[in-house]
């Protein structure tokens, strides 16, 4: 199965946000993405609401059901009793658990698995019951417990927090021992039988690197390189390009 692909509107969403305008709307770019072949949209609403505001999730979770009943839905944020009450509005098919602190200006790290086991185990559990498929934030240092720690929670899956090897773009070196962390980390997921998602600061130039190394990788979300992509391409013609680089299309 190839790589899914999964847009994350959150940077359309912030350029939307400088005016008290509706444009460019997460709807309209939105449905592009997915007639270009998109598998799902991702949003990550912060406390803030500087990006994705609340009001835009049943706006998403309606062009979804309406127009693209394939697609899936996915989720990522901190697990506030607000986020979950977020999720529980619009039942996303994907949920993804993010360690962020609400003065983060991104997300830069996974979770510290042992730190946080009985905080995660409590949290997981109302989000399997909403019927969510659950994704942990995971750094990708190739620590084989700490991802036997997040099955062990009740996690379906890690997201594999992708922001060091996309900051490796100018340095194939680095780039290469960066992707063996993230490699390492994937093999112990995959062997507990978790799927492996990846994440932040990907691109249609480092994707292909990543995918060759985890064949298995079920999903990639990607926001900031594809919208600035489309604002020279187009949406339609970059979700393309990061779907050829997903090995989607030849
Ligand atoms: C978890 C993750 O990596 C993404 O959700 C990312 O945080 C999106 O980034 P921005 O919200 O900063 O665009
Ligand atoms: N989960 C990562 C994501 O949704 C998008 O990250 P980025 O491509 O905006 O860095």
Known sequence: MPTKLSVNVNAIAM???????????LEALGRIALQAGASGLTVHPR???RHVRFSD???????????????EFNIEGYPTPEFFD??????PEQVTLVPDHPSQATSDH???????????ADVIAPYKKLGCRV???ADGDGDPEAV????AVGADRIELYTGPYGGCHNSPERAAAVLAGLGKTADAAIAL??????GHDLTVANLPDLIRRIPQLAEASIGHALTADALEFGMAETVRRFRRACGQIV
């Open 110 to 120: 996974g979770w510290d698995f042992r730190k946080h086991q009985a905080f995660l």
């Open 86 to 91: 977020l999720c529980a509005g619009v039942e």
């Open 47 to 49: 406390p803030d609401q």
């Open 135 to 137: 994704s942990l934030f």
């Open 57 to 71: 999730l049943p706006v998403i979770r309606a062009l979804i059901d309406d127009e693209f009943p394939e697609a």
């Open 15 to 25: 350029l939307r946000n400088r005016r008290d305008l509706p444009w460019p709307s």
């Open 193 to 198: 039988g978790m799927g492996v998602n990846a």
């Open 148 to 151: 036997a720690i997040a099955k």
